[in-house]
């Protein structure tokens, strides 16, 4: 069975900090790797998918890596301000399973401080 | 950008009632998911919402308790029947995009429900 984690659970850092977030996953056979963003008591905005036979992806401040043969992920987030405060969560899509059930981690919330 | 929709935002029920939340997205999809996301919790699959016949669950999750339909293939409705406190959740509705690369999902804004 496949299991997500992420690390820190919280992290509070400065505003201008660059900063990198964890995801760790036990299964290694997944299709492609999504990083989301939620706001509290909102939905999640999509912020970055990596396929399985890639090694990143860039989205503005975000960059997200992808080590399928350790399983991890990490999202780096540059220059953070404060609108980037939220909960961020990591899910993999698995690769043998028809559909597109994503396992999901815990999340790091996250706070930039002004 | 195509818009996903969920209908009620929020919503505080009496225990033993029960609620139908909407999930309405504005361009074709392939696939459409329930999740629901406990307090303080990550998100957990209820189900896939299949057109035209029964949805799939996910361990842990009955056709009595969350019954759900899928008439066409841009609208779900997902209910959550004989509610107690513990159902007290954010309920998600997500999708696959027809056309869309790698079954990258998407989300609603969510239904914020609160059990009495």
């Known amino acids: 069975k496949q299991e997500v984690t992420q690390i820190p659970a919280a992290l509070s850092v400065p505003e201008g900090e660059n900063l990198v977030l964890n995801c760790s996953f036990t299964?290694?056979?997944?299709?492609?790797l999504q990083w989301f963003r939620q706001d509290p008591g909102k939905g999640l905005t999509s912020l970055l998918l990596?396929?399985?036979?890639?090694r990143e992806q860039t989205s503005g401040r975000l960059n997200a890596s992808l080590d399928k043969s350790s399983g991890r992920s990490t999202l780096y987030i540059a220059a953070s301000q404060p609108g980037d405060s939220a909960t961020y969560l990591c899910a993999v899509r698995p690769r043998k399973t028809s559909g597109s059930r994503l396992t999901f981690g815990e999340g790091t919330q996250l706070t930039v401080n002004p | 950008s195509a818009v996903i929709s969920q209908k009620p935002s929020r919503d505080i029920c009496q225990r033993g009632t029960s609620l139908t939340i909407q999930c309405q997205v504005d361009?074709?999809?392939?696939?459409m998911f329930w999740y629901r996301q406990q307090p303080g919790q990550s998100l957990t699959l209820i189900a896939t919402a299949n057109q035209g016949s029964e949805a799939t669950y996910e361990s842990g999750f009955v056709i009595d308790k969350f019954p759900i339909s899928r008439p066409n293939l841009t609208f779900s409705t997902l209910t959550v029947s004989n509610m107690s406190p513990e159902d007290s959740s954010i309920y998600l509705c997500?999708?696959?995009?027809?056309?869309?690369?790698?079954?990258?999902?998407?989300f609603g804004p969510g239904t914020r429900l609160t059990v009495l």
């Open positions: 361009s074709q999809v392939t696939m």
């Open positions: 990596i396929q399985s036979s890639q």
């Open positions: 997500s999708v696959v995009f027809k056309g869309g690369s790698y079954n990258e999902q998407f």
């Open positions: 299964d290694s056979a997944i299709y492609n």
